[in-house]
């Protein structure tokens, strides 16, 4: 069974960088997958951060573009947001997820961890 | 790029039918057969019961179904149960490579 699990700081102060790492179990990160982020902020909606194809190429949401960043590393089965100049509407919790490439299928979730921003 | 629009609440009774419709532009729900729905228990992950438009998952009740005219997506859950009280989201494919969800609408099991 395909397991995503998030690792990262749980508090981050105004203006440093978010890293945080998705472990992925149970499945390979071959070919026919999209691996990406979303987050939650509290009492608000999710929104799409961005995501990943195993052929490297990337897509973000405009109006985080400039600050975020996503990497894979199939070799250790994780992959990991950066999300810079943190400040406290950046404050949410965090998911990562699968996709089905060619569908609008997010098949996989991580359970999500709270970041907060916090001086 | 903004949020779809869905309705902030609806509500039905037990063994009821409700519709949650998302409305997008002709640049996202208009123009793709990639729109999903999730259905969100706060403090757990997001569940995948509708894809591509009108599929459901394995394992997904057939009480769940979707639809789309034009702009607009649709979320029809029939026979209303306890369990269905909960958030949800629609999510599309746009023009510009991305994806945006839908602002959620919270159900309410009456």
């Known amino acids: 069974q395909v397991q995503l699990q998030e690792s990262g700081p749980g508090l981050v102060k105004p203006s440093e960088t978010l890293s945080l790492t998705c472990g992925v179990s149970g499945a390979s990160m071959s070919s026919g997958y999209c691996w990406g982020w979303i987050r939650q902020p509290p009492g608000k909606g999710l929104e799409w951060i961005g995501s990943m194809y195993y052929s490297g190429k990337s897509f973000y949401n405009p109006s985080l573009k400039s600050r975020v960043s996503i990497s894979l590393d199939t070799s250790r089965s994780q992959f990991s947001l950066i999300l810079n100049s943190m400040t406290a509407a950046d404050t949410a919790v965090y998911f990562c997820?699968?996709?089905?490439?060619?569908?609008?299928?997010?098949?996989?979730w991580g359970q999500g961890t709270l970041v907060t921003v916090f001086s | 790029q903004s949020a779809l629009t869905q309705p902030a609440s609806v509500s039905g009774s037990l063994g009821q039918s409700i519709t949650i419709s998302c409305t997008g532009t002709?640049?996202?729900?208009?123009?793709?057969?990639?729109v999903s729905w999730y259905q969100h228990h706060p403090g757990k992950a997001p569940k995948v019961i509708i894809y591509d438009v009108n599929n459901r998952p394995s394992g997904i009740s057939n009480r769940f179904s979707g639809s789309k005219s034009g702009n607009t997506a649709s979320l029809t859950i029939s026979g209303l149960q306890a369990e269905d009280e909960a958030d949800y989201y629609c999510l599309s494919y746009t023009t510009i490579n991305t994806w945006v969800f839908g602002g959620g609408t919270k159900l309410a099991v009456l």
């Open positions: 997820a699968r996709r089905v490439e060619g569908s609008s299928n997010i098949d996989y």
């Open positions: 002709s640049s996202d729900v208009g123009k793709y057969k990639y």
